[in-house]
């Protein structure tokens, strides 16, 4: 009998030999523990104080802090504080002469906000973001990997309509290579 770790618990398991050539999966390189990455689709309100409940599966990522900025389609970017420090030294290396480098460092950064979730879970979303994104009481929190972003719910619909046409996201994302070759 084994010991192993699955979503946070411990169960013992019998052991067994792999049979040969058994591929063997490893972590992704992004991350130690798959189970830190923001994932997922949840509804929250706003409270009356421009509070939003962050899901309990993120808080644990933010419970040191992390930052709050306008997104690139119309929603917030939540960052962890390791998230956001990597993405200021790639901006920060940026051609400053570059006009497009200035323009993202203005969008990026003079909206920026330090947030801290409170003991019940909750960051204060600054009114400026909040009009930003035309959030007002309801919002669709939606995990991006390393980091969550948070949209007024049919600005989000929207964005998952768009991509319900299956050959127009073969067109649209055979570019990326996703598949590392």
Same mark, same amino acid.
């Given at each position: 009998?084994?010991?192993?770790? $699955? ?9 067994? %030999? ?24 949840? &509804?929250?309100? #706003? ?7 962050? %899901? ?15 997104? !690139?389609?119309? $929603? ?12 200021? &030294? ?5 051609? #400053? ?6 323009? #993202? ?8 906000? =330090? ?11 600054? %009114? ?15 995990? &991006? ?7 007024? %719910? ?7 309509? =768009? ?9 649209? !994302?055979?570019?990326?290579? #996703?598949?590392?070759?």
């Amino acid at each position: 009998m084994n010991t192993v770790e $699955c979503g946070g618990k411990w169960y013992e398991v019998e052991e067994y %030999p792999l049979p040969p050539k058994t591929p063997v999966f490893r972590r992704l390189p992004v991350k130690e523990r798959i189970e830190q990455m923001f994932l997922g689709q949840y &509804q929250h309100s #706003l409270d009356a104080k421009g509070r939003l409940i962050v %899901p309990a599966r993120f808080r644990d990522d933010l419970a040191e802090g992390g930052f709050v900025t306008r997104g !690139f389609d119309r $929603c917030l970017m939540v960052m962890t504080m390791d998230y956001f420090e990597t993405v200021y &030294q790639r901006i920060n290396a940026m051609n #400053l002469a570059d006009p497009a480098t200035r323009e #993202l460092r203005r969008l990026f950064f003079a909206n920026a906000y =330090s947030i801290t979730p409170d003991k019940v879970g909750r960051i204060n979303l600054a %009114p400026d973001l909040r009009q930003f994104a035309q959030i007002e009481t309801e919002t669709t929190v939606a995990g &991006q990997g390393e980091y969550f972003e948070i949209w007024l %719910p049919s600005l989000w619909e929207a964005q998952m309509t =768009s991509l319900e046409d299956a050959e127009a996201n073969v067109e649209r !994302f055979s570019a990326l290579n #996703l598949s590392g070759n």
